[in-house]
């Protein structure tokens, strides 16, 4: 059975760090594009950064120079260091492919606030 186990969220005061890591178990794990996704309160859930098997990275506007996606294939984990932590950037952050093709994990809540 396929499962995403995403952790390392918390609170954090605006200007802070935390790293996320998404394990995944019961699926292959280096072909895929992997990516981090982010879900606020009210809004739609949105693909922030995303990393191929060989490490090439891309991001999305509002985290690009804050936020590093990394993965490590061998133990099959994808991390999310976020630096410089904003307001804006509280949510439920999540981890899947780059085409959402494995079920959702539970997410990790990342809530900045002072």
């Known amino acids: 059975q396929v499962q995403l186990v995403e952790s390392g969220g918390g609170l954090v005061r605006p200007g802070g760090s935390l790293t996320l890591s998404c394990a995944v178990s019961?699926?292959?794990?280096?072909?895929?594009?992997m990516g981090w996704y982010r879900q606020a309160p009210g809004n739609q859930r949105e693909r922030i950064a995303s990393?191929?098997?060989?490490?090439?990275?891309n991001y999305v506007d509002s985290v690009k120079g804050r936020f590093t996606i990394s993965r490590d294939n061998a133990k099959k984990t994808v991390y999310l260091q976020m630096n410089s932590l904003k307001f804006e950037d509280t949510a439920v952050y999540y981890c899947?492919?780059?085409?959402?093709?494995?079920?959702w994990g539970q997410g990790t809540q990342v809530t900045v606030s002072s």
């Open positions: 019961g699926s292959i794990f280096r072909p895929y594009i």
């Open positions: 990393i191929t098997p060989d490490g090439v990275t």
């Open positions: 899947n492919t780059h085409s959402a093709i494995l079920p």
